[in-house]
């Protein structure tokens, strides 16, 4: 019986964590499909002025790209795309998950945002982005970045 309580507690409390409406400000189901170059990166063509993009989680950078069964090549395709300012190569890290929102593309019904450390050398402090694979939206380079030259 323990058990079964211990359960039930658990399942609530998991639900509860999760908001019903989303907070997310930049989805965009309309957006174009995403391409990838031929060193299996994404093609970015257009630079974000808002320096709230990847850098605040309701902001996130949205990379669905046609399912979600395995979120890390879809990161790589577009932190490998990614250089620093001046076009020093990048490392990046997750750090996280987090910030659960609602989601119909997910089989849990919740989608997460993950949370990467993105770094370069000189430079100062290391760059927190939040990216998101299960909402789409135009895919941009965040302020800050540029492209890589391949």
């Known amino acids: 019986m323990k ?38 990166t994404f093609v970015i ?6 320096a709230k993009y990847g850098y605040d989680k309701d ?13 890390s090549i879809n990161q790589g395709r577009f932190l490998h795309a990614l250089a620093g300012p001046n076009g ?3 490392t990046f890290k997750k750090l996280e998950s987090c910030c ?5 593309r997910s089989e849990m019904g919740a989608g997460f945002l ?16 939040y990216v998101n694979i299960y909402e789409k939206g ?4 965040p302020v800050g970045f540029s492209l890589k030259k391949f």
């Open 3 to 40: 058990k079964i309580i211990f359960f039930i507690f658990l399942l609530i409390t998991s639900v509860s964590c999760i908001s019903t409406k989303s907070t997310l400000q930049n989805v965009d189901d309309n957006a174009p499909i995403l391409q990838l170059s031929r060193n299996n």
């Open 45 to 50: 063509t257009e630079y974000s002025k808002d």
């Open 59 to 71: 902001y996130p950078v949205n990379i669905f790209y046609r399912n979600t069964k395995d979120e």
């Open 88 to 90: 020093e190569n990048i």
């Open 100 to 104: 659960p929102f609602p989601n119909k």
């Open 114 to 129: 993950d949370v990467y450390d993105i770094t370069w050398e000189g430079q100062k402090k290391p760059i927190i982005l």
């Open 138 to 141: 135009v895919l941009m380079v």
